[in-house]
């Protein structure tokens, strides 16, 4: 793989991982408008599983 594609590939990564992060967010602010509440220890708990022993 050439380090241009790599580049590419690595960009589309940060940007999808943006997105889901994002999401959770957003998600985590309509259940508080919604009155569901979420902890916020099992938000953080999700986030930092999900980035745990990930490349950087």
Do not use: H, W
């Not at 259940?31 to 979420?38: E, L, P, Y």
């Amino acid at each position: 793989m050439s380090p241009a594609q790599q580049v590419l590939d690595y960009r589309k990564e940060i940007d999808e991982n943006q997105r889901q992060i994002r999401e959770m967010v957003m998600e985590s602010y309509r259940d508080i408008t919604a009155g569901k509440g979420r902890d916020c220890n099992e938000f953080f708990d999700e986030l930092e599983k999900r980035y745990t022993n990930e490349r950087i």
